[in-house]
T-cell receptor
Framework: GAVVSQHPSRVICKSGTSVKIECRSL??????MFWYRQFPKQSLMLMAT?????????EQGVEKDKFLINHASLTLSTLTVTSAHPEDSSFYIC?????????????FGPGTRLTVL | AQKVTQAQTEISVVEKEDVTLDCVYE???????LFWYKQPPSGELVFLIR??????QNEISGRYSWNFQKSTSSFNFTITASQVVDSAVYFC????????????FGSGTRLLVRP
């Protein structure tokens, strides 16, 4: 079964509003989680690394004030898209590496499709 | 710098044909992992395989097989006797085994298997 969940799976919002996306590891603790963005017919682009107990690390070109990341606990990271605009419409995917059990494997959430009108 | 190249943007085959998806990677690190993921229309990434840089053995899992060749920095994926359900986007990815666990994805290959 799924080991990483995301909520909501789909969200439509008006331009200018903020949207929060949750990513949870279901049966393991994740001190690190990753947030990716995928535009239609394109690859996954890493946006940021969410670190439990410390600030997120953003990839070059990603606005940290626009994409707020909070790693509230060892099983929950949230991505808030602030003042969303139509160009923020995308598929957002989180992942969490499961460590300590041999070769590390990342588990991906099912994704959140954001549409900004 | 690390990079993953999937030169085939789209491939269309007829059911039961064999198809190979190419993946070429670049890294200066000597220890790394390579992955293949499948992304069906639903969007959820499905893990297919992980291979570490010390293990060049080819692997077969049912109709799937993988050919890892360090000499050419390639990690190709073959589906034998393709089926309509294989239609999806397939991503190759690289992780350099550092503490960050970051995955670098290729651009993906969209596979369409026609009945």
């Amino acid at each position: 079964g799924a080991v990483v969940s995301q909520h909501p799976s789909r969200v439509i919002c008006k331009s200018g509003t903020s949207v929060k996306i949750e990513c949870r590891s279901l049966d393991f603790q994740a001190t690190t989680m990753f947030w990716y963005r995928q535009f239609p017919k394109q690859s996954l682009m890493l946006m940021a690394t969410s670190n439990e107990g410390s600030k997120a690390t953003y990839e070059q070109g990603v606005e940290k004030d626009k994409f707020l990341i909070n790693h509230a606990s060892l099983t929950l990271s949230t991505l808030t898209v602030t003042s969303a605009h139509p160009e923020d419409s995308s598929f957002y995917i989180c992942s969490a590496p499961r460590t300590g059990q041999g070769p590390d494997t990342q588990y991906f959430g099912p994704g959140t499709r954001l549409t900004v009108l | 710098a690390q990079k993953v190249t999937q030169a085939q943007t789209e491939i269309s085959v007829v059911e039961k044909e064999d198809v190979t998806l190419d993946c070429v990677y670049e890294t200066r690190d000597t220890t790394y992992y390579l992955f293949w993921y499948k992304q069906p229309p639903s969007g959820e990434l499905v893990f297919l395989i992980r291979r570490n840089s010390f293990d060049e053995q080819n692997e077969i899992s049912g109709r799937y097989s993988w050919n890892f060749q360090k000499s050419t920095s390639s990690f190709n994926f073959t589906i034998t006797a393709s089926q309509v359900v294989d239609s999806a986007v397939y991503f190759c990815a690289l992780n350099i085994m550092d503490s960050s666990y970051k995955l670098i994805f290729g651009s993906g290959t969209r596979l369409l298997v026609r009945p």
